[in-house]
């Protein structure tokens, strides 16, 4: 296996501050593996909000996740703040891949990062539909060049 390249926070165009929850800790005593994929769900659509091109109950494309990786690097646990950098790697025809770093609130090396695809499809059909121009735009300044793990 080989080992991910590692993105410091300033890789990443967009910052969301994310505060870590008591229930987000596991008998382990930090954030459970799985809580992170909630985090960068978090970030990707708080992004897509803000910049009015999901509307969760009306639009007509909606994104679904076909793929998710994650990479752990530094164990954080409640109440860690964290910041979450969001950029994407890939704007195809239909499908997106976002990627995502989990930053220790001070920290410039990622707790953990990762990435999901979407696919956007027609709301009703799931028929995979070309990205509309709007999200298109409000993408591109996350857009980052390939450099690939």
């Known amino acids: 296996m080989n080992k991910p390249l590692i993105r410091e926070r300033d890789a990443y165009p967009h910052l969301l501050p994310i505060q870590t929850r008591w229930m987000d800790n596991d ?77 220790a609130e001070h920290e410039t090396v990622p707790a953990a990062q990762g990435h999901f695809v979407h696919v956007y499809v027609d709301r009703v059909t799931r028929k995979p539909k070309p990205l509309d121009a709007s999200l298109k735009a409000a993408l591109i300044p996350l857009l980052v060049a390939d450099d690939a793990d």
């Open 27 to 103: 008998a382990y005593g930090h954030v459970n593996n799985v809580v992170y994929y909630s985090y960068f769900d978090t970030v990707v659509n708080e992004y897509l909000l803000r910049h009015r091109v999901l509307d969760i109950e009306r639009s007509e494309s909606i994104g679904l996740v076909v793929q998710t990786q994650c990479d752990y690097f530094d164990s954080v646990a409640f109440p860690d703040r964290l910041m979450a950098g969001l950029r994407v790697a890939r704007l195809g025809t239909t499908s997106v891949r976002y990627e995502i770093g989990l930053f």
